[in-house]
Nanobody, 119 residues
Framework: QVQLVESGGGLVQPGGSLRLSCVASGSIFSIDTMDWYRQVPGKQREWVAGHNSGGITNYSNSVKGRFTISRDNTKNTVYLQMNSLKPEDTAVYYC?????????????WGQGIQVTVSS
């Protein structure tokens, strides 16, 4: 089992910045991709950014150029630096991890953390 705990959310004005952190604990070996998703009430959960074990990062078009995902394997932590925040970035943000073995994968979710962009 892998536990994921997010931190760093809160209220920020439009144009501001926040950095989310997600710490993985438990049986963390063989974790491959770590992602960030977000969800607004009444809408489907949306993928935001991903970082695989090879260091490759990807972003949704809605955040590309504004958000940066990074990973510190020594701290078992993935970060999401969010700059130039917009009101439409308001959502609950979730950390997600995929653990891969030879013939099976497991995925894990954090509990979510609120990010509100408002003046």
């Amino acid at each position: 089992q892998v536990q994921l705990v997010e931190s760093g959310g809160g209220l920020v004005q439009p144009g501001g910045s926040l950095r989310l952190s997600c710490v993985a604990s438990g049986s963390i070996f063989s974790i491959d991709t770590m992602d960030w998703y977000r969800q607004v009430p009444g809408k489907q959960r949306e993928w935001v950014a991903g970082h695989n074990s090879g260091g490759i990062t990807n972003y949704s078009n809605s955040v590309k150029g504004r958000f940066t995902i990074s990973r510190d394997n020594t701290k078992n932590t993935v970060y999401l630096q969010m700059n130039s925040l917009k009101p439409e970035d308001t959502a609950v943000y979730y950390c997600h991890a995929i653990q891969k073995f030879s013939d099976v994968e497991y995925d894990y979710w954090g509990q979510g953390i609120q990010v509100t962009v408002s003046s």
